[in-house]
């Protein structure tokens, strides 16, 4: 049988409420099936606008096949760009950060500006148009601070993201925050895996005895349902609205992106063992109340984000095999916060490194188990892991469209 036809078969006589069959975690065809599906095709989450503050300041990455140079130009404008030279396709930025006033292909030095126009070419002859070979743009956009791209021909319609989003995330101020810290852990386990993991909290209490000290473990506040019912959260949530905070559920009617303010347990602040702020300077004057809890926004498939008063935290997946994810947390803190004055470095880190690393664990002991012969589809629990179900039901969904819209093209051109 045909593949595509396979995993859409599949997809639609699923088992809701159940994890997906094996294949969907191992195997390297249906792997790529995911990339083309989803990765090559959706917007994504690469990076901060503070991580590119100056122009000429660049950062890359790989998204499965596509190498991506992300720059801001001296007009200060964000721009996204295919990594490879447009004479015989090396990559024209090797390092994974850096500052250029002009682009050059280290392998035969075509010179390319910061919007990508090709500047020279030696030795190409009296008929060469310079013109004609710029490095091929990639769709960019920013929203509160974050930098998007899609590396299609034809980019989804990015706007219905930034009206639900843009508004939680404005009063945090991130494009003017700064990165206090970044790290990169790879874990051997497929991506889906990492996001079922991340949506719920089912485990936390047997895993997480740093994050547990200030995040709850209730339900409501990661998964998808029954927040608005938690008079505690209803609480939380018209407080900080009559702050100016938007801060009630809001999820997207296809279930990729949601928002949501929720309070941190007792009378914690941050992410820390005592739950006092990790950072002495607020991280965005125009919160005006302290005790916001954790302003939590997913869009699936590259990002979870926690926003708090003191600092942000933000979360990157992105697929490198069947069976392999790098997963780069990077904390914010305010441009004019100094780490030894307002902050201490490991205090500000230590709960989600810990956090990061159980998790780690936790992913590759379920990829090591779904190898198994033996595994079949296991039941979610509907009282705890409410987010997973709609991950994976968002997933099913989303590639069955596509499956289905893909079909639909086939048999529209026989």
């Not at 494009?175 to 990169?184: D, G, I, P, Q």
């Not at 933000?314 to 490198?320: H, K, M, T």
Request: glycine content about 8%; overall charge negative.
């Amino acid at each position: 049988m045909d593949l595509r036809n396979q995993v859409l078969r599949q997809l639609k006589n699923r088992r809701e409420g159940f994890s997906l069959e094996q294949p969907f975690y191992i195997d390297q065809d249906y792997f790529k099936l995911d990339m083309e599906m989803i990765w090559y095709r959706d917007w994504l989450f690469v990076g901060h606008d503070c991580e590119i503050e100056k122009g000429g300041q660049y950062f890359t990455l790989q998204i499965g096949d596509y190498p991506i140079l992300v720059i801001r130009g001296r007009d200060g404008a964000i721009r996204a760009f295919h990594n490879t030279c447009r004479h015989r396709g090396h990559r024209v930025c090797t390092k994974e950060t850096g500052s250029a006033t002009r682009l050059v292909c280290p392998y035969h030095q075509w010179t390319y500006q910061q919007d990508g126009s090709l500047m020279s070419a030696r030795h190409m002859g009296e008929n060469f148009d310079k013109s004609q070979y710029g490095m091929k743009p990639v769709h960019c956009q920013s929203v509160g601070g974050y930098i998007f791209i899609c590396v299609a021909n034809e980019a989804p319609d990015f706007e219905p993201v930034r009206a639900s989003i843009e508004p939680y995330m404005a009063p945090h101020r991130l494009w003017e925050a700064k990165v206090a810290h970044k790290n990169t852990i790879i874990e051997k386990g497929n991506w889906k895996l990492v996001w079922e993991n991340n949506r719920e909290c089912y485990h936390c209490a047997g895993n997480h005895p740093e994050l547990c000290r200030t995040y709850p473990e209730a339900p409501t506040a990661t998964g998808v349902q029954g927040a608005g019912d938690d008079p505690f959260i209803a609480e939380h949530w018209q407080r900080c609205e009559a702050a100016n905070l938007p801060s009630t559920f809001n999820m997207s009617t296809d279930g990729q992106y949601r928002v949501a303010r929720m309070p941190l347990i007792e009378d914690a602040e941050s992410y820390t063992m005592n739950g006092q702020r990790a950072v002495k300077r607020a991280l965005s004057d125009d919160v005006t109340i302290s005790h916001i809890g954790t302003m939590l926004m997913f869009h699936y498939p590259t990002t979870w984000n926690h926003m708090l008063g003191d600092h942000a935290i933000s979360f990157r997946v992105i697929p490198i095999g069947p069976e392999e994810t790098a997963v780069t947390t990077t904390w914010l803190v305010h441009k004019d916060a100094v780490e030894g004055v307002d902050y201490d470095l490991h205090e500000l880190t230590h709960v989600w490194d810990m956090t990061n690393d159980q998790d780690r664990q936790i992913v590759e002991e379920n990829a090591f188990g779904i190898r198994s012969p033996a595994y079949e589809p296991g039941p979610y629990s509907e009282a705890h892991e409410g987010g997973v179900m709609q991950f994976v039901e968002w997933y099913a969904n989303f590639m069955a469209n596509r499956l289905q819209g893909e079909q639909a093209k086939l048999s529209v051109v026989a």
